[in-house]
């Protein structure tokens, strides 16, 4: 099994930065795709972005293309969001998950961690 933990949300104007972490356990981590998603108040869990076990692709959805990139580190097991241009859209709780390729851009992961709050002021 897979343990996630996410950090790094909080508290950022329009315009800023925020980098997300996630920490797998388990040495299986390699063979997952990782992925983050989010959700705002009022809206179902959408995808944002997803990496393949050995982080030779990626995938993200289009409104945030261009402003996030996802990346991997299997060797510390940990899989981060780097979020630059911030938008008071973009705020919702964002949640790290772990799976497989076409399973996961369905929101059909194996497992998913906590959540943690990202929130964009203007």
């Known amino acids: 099994q897979v343990q996630l933990v996410e950090s790094g949300g909080g508290l950022v104007q329009a315009g800023g930065s925020l980098r997300l972490s996630c920490l797998a356990s388990?040495?299986?981590?390699?063979?997952?795709?990782m992925g983050w998603f989010r959700q705002a108040p009022g809206k179902e869990r959408e995808f944002v972005a997803a990496?393949?076990?050995?982080?030779?692709?990626?995938y993200y959805a289009d409104s945030v293309k261009g402003r996030f990139t996802i990346s991997r580190d299997n060797v510390k097991n940990t899989v981060d969001l780097q979020m630059i241009s911030l938008k008071p859209e973009d705020t919702a709780v964002y949640y790290c998950?772990?799976?497989?390729?076409?399973?996961?851009?369905?929101?059909?992961?194996?497992?998913w961690g906590q959540g943690t709050q990202v929130t964009v002021s203007s």
């Open positions: 998950a772990a799976g497989e390729w076409i399973k996961l851009l369905r929101r059909m992961c194996d497992y």
């Open positions: 388990g040495r299986t981590f390699r063979g997952y795709t």
């Open positions: 990496i393949s076990g050995g982080g030779g692709t990626t």
